[in-house]
C-alpha cells in the first residue's frame, strides 16, 4: 500500500511539474509576443524552464542580442554550451555559425565550422538530439 501511494505521488508530482513548465512556456511566450521581452527572460531564466535545453538556446539568443536582456557574448556563450551539453541539436548547428561568421567575440574558422556542422549532422542521422 505505501509503494502504491509513494508511486502515485511521484506520478502527479511529475505531473503537475510538467503542467507548470507548459504554464510557465506559454507565460513567456505571451510575455514576448506583447513585448515585454524583459519578462519573458525572467520566466525563463529564474524557473525550471532554465534546465530545458531548448529553453537555454533561447536565452543565449536573448543575451547574444541583447533582448530583454543586457546584451552579453560571455553569457550568451555560457547558456549556448549548457543547450549543447544536453545535445540540442539547433544549438550545435548554432555553434558552427558562431565560427562560420565570427559570432560571440571568435574569429571565423571554417574548419571549426564543420566541425560544429558535422558533429550535429551524426546526432541527427542517430537519433541523439535533444529538443527539450
Known sequence: ????????ACFFAVSCMASNNEDLRDKALALYESGDQS?????????????????QFQISLMYQHGDGVEQDDTQALA????SIAQGHCQAIAYMGNVYRFGLLG??????LADYWD???????????????
Open 39 to 55: 519578462g519573458a527572460f525572467d520566466v525563463l531564466s529564474s524557473t525550471p524552464l532554465a534546465e530545458a535545453a531548448d529553453i
Open 118 to 132: 558535422q558533429f550535429g549532422r551524426k546526432l541527427v542521422d542517430s537519433n541523439r538530439c535533444t529538443h527539450h
Open 79 to 82: 547558456w549556448l554550451i549548457k
Open 106 to 111: 571568435f574569429e571565423k574558422d571554417t574548419a
Open 1 to 8: 500500500m505505501r509503494i502504491t501511494l509513494f508511486f502515485l
